[in-house]
């Protein structure tokens, strides 16, 4: 299928300076085949993972997974057993790992905050007006130096859908630069505190067409994003293959142009860990295995946890679990 | 012109309400025809389906399963001629349908006789109702290929239980064929899944699986292989139903201890005032 072109590492710092240069290196891009993309996509999740492969891709999903918990009937108590759960998935086996970071809502940050302090698992907090992103640029940013000020460290944003879809690039990168500049901690008036995650949702179930998934995710990047995430997972279609194996292309071509290192969490409709191990084999056979990291590589999921569990003992006991054995969250 | 080939048949296995061969592809003979041989994840599959349809089936009303379960009789009956041509005698034929209609007949009975208001000291109303355990694993019976499988998925499902069960390995088209009717009869997908192949190469894993609650061993003839399911089926505390000591005669009243071995009782306290 049709790559994006790369030449030689270039500067493309100068992009965002007006609507017109950003629009046509946007529209320069080269359009994706979308036949070849999901033929592509669909032939990755054909392979067979087994045993020990297996093994090792289940541990690395979980400690991929962005353990999430979305809901207006959210409460403290829930998001400090979710995030309990985030440091030891299994109680019965303590060689699980734990998982990349609990994701909330900003106001129940500082609940998952308390349970999650000292632990390597990161602490994400979706914002700007999530899930939709209709709100005025002041009450965005706002809204993420809150979530910073309690104690994330990585912030999910959710990009103005109405603004891309009607040409206004410019002013969606805008808001991505200040929303980074409002992920800065000291910013935020916490000094000392590194500066938080950025992870810009895209949210391609309503973008219509892979030309704009790829154009979405360069103008994600431009602005300065740290991940690029399909979905809010509050709209029918999330997360699918072949957007994923877009964005992969554009995070391959983009650290090919800039040198920067940009990571993509695919989030919504995953639900088990066949799922989760095809979008593994589509990361390492797309991007390589600089991107089969926590680091660099997240899944946003809530069910998708208890699954992978559930086949993890299935491969230590050797007999088939059962979801009774697990939490329901 | 050329003489007409006829269609072959090949028995497949029967999960979620759809007749899928068998994941490994296998198959074996069985009187000259071919039959799908389960493994390991076809059970599997069949106790995902299986469980998948605990909450619609435990939760339609005792008066909708009956009338299901009737529907699955009238079915039988129109079924006959099949079952007769594949060698079942007729009178197994009617004896499997009447016993279809016995156990019917007790889906809106079994609270009634096996629950009931307990006397207790204080004022409070306690009351004891019976419920389905859940996902049942069954090894059906050689000896009695409709009547004896009748006789043991009828009683496992009439209280809402689903099941998962294991055709006689020597004598799977009758069971099948009962699948075919099953499938035909307002009976809710995954309600009974029908695998068929070797007892000894998937009960283990039916025993040993954490999400079946029960496991019916009526057609296991094998001491041994009988003890280690059992033993695997303790793992997870699941009630178990050991094979007969004996010969089985099928044709005798039944009686309920099949049904009630598959139950569990819930006690509610309810506050009576004064």
Not at chain 1, 118 to 145: E, I, N, W, Y
Not at chain 1, 215 to 244: E, N, Q, Y
Not at chain 1, 271 to 288: F, P, Q, S
Not at chain 2, 200 to 225: F, I, K, M, Q, R
């Amino acid at each position: 299928m049709t790559a994006t072109t790369t030449s030689d590492r270039s500067d493309l710092s100068e992009l965002g300076r007006s609507e017109a240069t950003l629009r046509a290196f946007l529209h320069g891009l080269p359009g994706v085949d979308q036949v070849g993309a999901e033929q592509r996509a669909a032939q990755l999740g054909t392979r067979s993972i087994k045993t020990t492969a297996k093994a090792w891709a289940i541990d690395l999903a979980i400690r991929m997974v962005d353990l999430t918990t979305l809901e207006g009937a959210d409460t403290p108590g829930k998001v400090r057993a979710l995030s309990a759960k985030a440091l030891r998935p299994d109680p019965a086996d303590p060689s699980c790992p734990h998982v990349g970071a609990v994701c909330v809502y900003p106001s129940m940050v500082p609940y998952a905050a308390e349970v999650l302090r000292g632990s390597t698992v990161h602490l994400a907090s979706v914002a700007t007006a999530f899930p939709s992103g209709q709100a005025p640029l002041a009450v965005k940013t706002a809204d993420t130096r809150a979530a910073v000020a309690a104690g994330a460290d990585e912030i999910d944003m959710v990009i103005s859908r109405g603004a891309f879809l009607a040409g206004r690039y410019k002013e969606v990168f805008d808001e991505i630069v200040e929303v980074k500049a409002a992920c800065d901690g000291a910013a935020a008036g916490l000094p000392g505190s590194p500066r938080a995650h950025l992870k810009v949702i895209l949210e391609t179930g309503e973008l219509a067409t892979y030309d704009n998934v790829r154009r979405a995710s360069w103008l994600a990047m431009l602005a300065g994003a740290d991940f690029i995430k399909t979905s809010t997972g509050k709209v029918p279609v999330a997360a699918t293959p072949p957007v994923t194996l877009v964005m992969l292309e554009a995070v391959r071509d983009f650290r090919d142009t800039t040198g920067r290192q940009v990571g993509v969490k695919p989030a919504g409709g995953i639900r088990t860990t066949k799922d989760a191990i095809k979008y593994l084999v589509m990361v390492n056979e797309t991007v390589g295995p600089d991107w089969l990291d926590p680091d660099w590589f997240r899944f946003g999921a809530s069910t998708l946890l208890n699954d992978l569990l559930m086949q993890r003992t299935k491969l230590t006991t050797g007999t088939y679990s059962g979801p009774d054995y697990f939490t329901l969250d | 012109m050329s003489e007409r080939v006829a269609v072959r048949k090949t028995y497949k296995l029967f999960i979620g309400g759809k007749f899928p061969r068998s994941e490994s592809g296998r198959s074996y003979l069985v009187e000259q025809t071919n039959v799908a041989l389960a493994s390991r994840k076809d059970a599997r599959d069949a106790v995902v389906a299986a469980r998948a349809a605990v909450k619609g089936w435990s939760g339609a009303t005792a008066y909708n399963r009956g009338q299901i379960l009737y529907r699955v009789a009238e079915m039988l009956e129109g079924r006959r001629d099949q079952f007769t041509a594949l060698g079942v005698p007729a009178d197994e034929v009617d004896a499997a349908i009447d016993r279809w209609v016995w156990y019917a007949g007790w889906s809106d009975k079994l609270a009634q006789v096996y629950g009931g208001a307990n006397p207790v000291a204080g004022p409070y109303f306690n009351l004891s109702a019976p419920e389905p355990t859940g996902v049942v694993a069954v090894v059906a019976p050689a000896d009695s290929a409709l009547l004896g499988l009748v006789s043991v998925v009828a009683p496992a499902i009439v209280s809402g239980n689903t099941v998962v069960v294991l055709a006689a390995e020597e004598r799977p088209l009758a069971a099948i064929t009962l699948a075919e009717v099953l499938a035909t009869s307002d009976l809710p997908g995954g309600v009974v899944n029908l695998l068929t192949g070797r007892a000894a190469e998937v009960a283990p894993w039916l025993a040993s699986h954490a999400d079946v609650n029960a496991l019916d061993l009526t057609g296991v003839t094998d001491a041994d292989l009988a003890k280690s399911l059992e033993e695997a089926a303790a793992g997870t505390l699941k009630r178990v139903l050991r094979p007969p000591a004996g010969p089985v005669d099928w044709t005798a009243d039944p009686g309920t201890g099949r049904m009630t071995a598959l139950l569990e009782t819930k006690t509610v306290w309810h506050p009576k005032g004064s």
